[in-house]
C-alpha cells in the first residue's frame, strides 16, 4: 500500500503536505520510551496536538490513513508508558479509525490490538476511552480474533475491573458523573455488547461483570426522557450475560432482594419512557430494555414473578373501561401493542404480555382481551380453545362465565366480576343502553339499509364480500316479518 495519497486541488495539496511535514517531525522528535509513566515529551505534544485537528475531519484523516502514519501513531499512543503524550497520540488514531475504516486492518496487521487490551489495566478514564473505543472499533471491518486477547492479555478481567471502578463511583453519595467519566463508561459498554454477542463462549468470563451493571443500574441517575446514553448502553450490555451468576439461589433471601430491586427499577425506566417519546422513537430505543424484563421475569422466583404481573398486566381499576382506554403503563403498553408505526415494540410487547399469562391462551385472553390478544395469537399459530371464542361469539348474551377446559380458569371473569372477553371491560361498568328496543319496522327498515349497502360495495369491484342479508336467508335465520 503506498504511503503517498494523490491529491484534489491546491487546498488538499497544502493539507497533504502539513500532514506529512508534522509525521516527520513526530519521528525525528525523541519518540517512544523517552517519556515516564504520567510525563509525556512536550515537542511531540505540540505536534500531534496540530495532528489532531487533521483528524476531525473526512480530508485529513484520509490523508493519514497511510500504513506508516498508523504505525507512527501506533508507537506513539501504545509503545509509550501511559502519559500525556500517548494519549494525544490514542486520540489521533481513534479518530482515524472512525473515519476511515480500511485503517482498523492496518492497526491490526501490525498487531497493536494486543497492546490495547494490555492499555486497558491503566487505572485512568483517558486510557479507558481511548482503549476501548479503539478495540470497539476493531469489531467491524477487520479480521482481528479477540479470543488471544482473552486468554493473553486478560481482556475479560480487565473489563470486570474497569466496570467495577465506576459502579463504586456511582455508589458514592456525592458522586456526580463527570463527562469523561460517561464518555468511558460508555465505550466500554459499547464493548462489552459487541464482544458478548460475537464471542459467546467467552459469556461465562464476561459476566463476572453483572453485578457492577447491575449496581450502576441501581445508582445511576435516570435523566428525562429517561432512554439515553449510558443507560441504554448499560441495557444492551446486559441482554447477553448470564445472570446465574447473580442470581445463583433465586430462592436466598438477597437474591430474592435483588430481583424485587432490579425488576422495580426497570419498569420504572419503562413507565417513564413510554410516557415521554412518541411511538416512532419506542419502537428504536424500547425493545432491549423489554427483552432485558422478560429475561429476568424467566429467571426470577414465582413471588417477583407476581410482582412483575402486578406492575405490567392490567389491574382492576383499569378494568373499569375498556382495557387500553386508562392511563397507567399497562395501558399504554397495550396501546403500543397495536402501534403502526412499531412493528418491533408491537411484537416485543405482544410477547411479554404473553409469558407473563404463563404462555396460556386462555390466560391471555383474559388478561389483555380478546381485542388485543388475537393478533398475536393467530400470527404465532397458536389455537384458542373453542370455549373461548364461543365466549366471544356469545358476547352480551353470555350470562354464565366460560372456563377453559385447558387449565379450568374463568375466563370471562376476574376476581369473581364479569369481564367482556373483547375488551376485558367488566360487565357491571360497561355503558347501559338507554334506548328503547328497535320495533319491526325499524329492524325491517335497517335490514334493507344494510343490503342496499353490501350491493353497492360489491358492485364497485374494490371487494368481493357476501351480503350478510343474503347470508341469513341461505342460513335460513331470515324470518319474513307478516
Known sequence: MPDELPYRNGQSSDKHGEITSLLHELEESKGPGSGSAGSGDLEADSILLNLKQHTR????????STPKSICTLSRFGLDLSPSATAREALKCLANILLLEMKTRQIFVDYGYPSKAAERLKSDNRDDELLATRILFLCTYDTTLDFNPLFDGNSLAESMCIILERHAKRYAGSRYTSTSIDSMALCETLKLLFNLTQHYPDQGPKLSHCLTSLLEIIEKIHIPSPPLQQPLTYLINALLNLDFAYVYDDPLSGASVENFRSHVSRLVS?????????????LERLAPPLLALLRKIFQ?????????VKLRLLPSDLDRAKPLGKSDTLSSALLRLSTSPVAPNLRQSISSMMFELSDQDAASFV???????????????GISVPEDILDAVHSGESESEPKRSQSTGETFTTIHGKDINPITGQRRDMEPTDTLPPMTDDEREREAERLFVLFERLRATGVMDVQNPVDQAIQGGRFEELG
Open 57 to 64: 475531519s473526512s480530508e485529513g484523516a484520509e490523508s493519514l
Open 269 to 281: 425506566i419503562l413507565d417513564q419512557a413510554v410516557r415521554q417519546y412518541q411511538d416512532e422513537e
Open 299 to 307: 429467571l426470577a422466583p414465582l413471588n417477583i414473578q407476581d410482582l
Open 366 to 380: 383474559r388478561n389483555v382481551g380478546y381485542g388485543y390478544a388475537s393478533g398475536f395469537l393467530m400470527s404465532h
